[in-house]
């Protein structure tokens, strides 16, 4: 169980386009989704948080206008990358919890990977 | 504001003996949850270990074991026995559960195993 799926898996895409990632919770709902990005060598740096019917909450630093974030259901987030450049090429991961205070964890999907030319 | 430090750029292991992976935390959260998560080269986020802030004993998932010293702020991973499929980059992670965005996970700089044959 708590499986989350990412699509594509992987994307290139000319300097200018916009790309749509698509998350997905396949056996559980998922209240709450993530968005992170890892660069290269890096660690993972949360983009944004995604609630269900709401707006997404971007981290200091995030372009909310470049990184638009849809939580149309409880089984579905989408990230769309807007005229998308090759300083966006890197890997992004989400992930989705079940939601309350106590131990929840965090399942993530298996990444897309962006390469813009 | 919530910090993990994983000073260990790389480690190396020889196979069928155990190492120790690195992390500390600094949070003015009261309580809050602590990860482990393995990256392997295809860079899925796999779930390895928790313990939580109020837990009296150290956590323990199989080979994984969390050496947890709240008053030092340090959660290190022991990973006992180790196997060529250990290989990976390890992340430390926290959340906490009071502050504002309860639900977030801070990552730390990551560490790459390599386990030798």
């Known amino acids: 169980g708590a499986v989350v799926s990412q699509h594509p898996s992987w994307v290139i895409c000319k300097s200018g386009t916009s790309v749509k990632i698509e998350c997905r919770s396949l056996?559980?709902?998922?209240?709450?989704m993530f968005w992170y990005r890892q660069f290269p060598k890096q660690s993972l740096m949360l983009m944004a948080t995604?609630?269900?019917?709401?707006?997404?909450?971007?981290e200091q630093g995030v372009e909310k206008d470049k990184f638009l974030i849809n939580h149309a259901s409880l089984t579905l987030s989408t990230l769309t990358v807007t005229s998308a450049h090759p300083e966006d090429s890197s890997f992004y991961i989400c992930?989705?919890?079940?939601?309350?205070?106590?131990?929840?964890?965090?399942?993530f999907g298996p990444g897309t990977r962006l390469t813009v030319l | 504001a919530q910090k993990i430090t994983q000073t260990q750029p790389g480690m190396f292991v020889q196979e069928k003996e155990a190492v120790t992976l690195d992390c500390t935390y600094d949070?003015?959260?009261?309580?809050?949850?602590l990860f482990w998560y393995k990256q392997p080269s295809s860079g899925e986020m796999i779930f390895l270990i928790y313990?939580?802030?109020?837990?009296?004993q150290n956590a323990t998932e199989g080979r994984y074991s969390l050496n947890f010293q709240k008053a030092r702020k340090s959660a290190n991973l022991v990973i006992s026995a180790s196997q060529l499929g250990d290989s990976a980059m390890y992340f430390c992670?926290?959340?906490?559960?009071?502050?504002?965005?309860?639900?977030?996970?801070?990552f730390g700089a990551g560490t790459r195993l390599a386990v030798h044959p």
């Open positions: 056996d559980f709902q998922a209240t709450t």
């Open positions: 992670a926290m959340r906490g559960f009071l502050s504002g965005g309860y639900n977030k996970l801070i």
């Open positions: 313990q939580g802030s109020y837990d009296q």
């Open positions: 992930s989705a919890s079940i939601g309350g205070v106590a131990y929840n964890e965090q399942f």
């Open positions: 949070t003015s959260d009261p309580s809050y949850g």
């Open positions: 995604s609630n269900e019917g709401s707006k997404a909450t971007y």
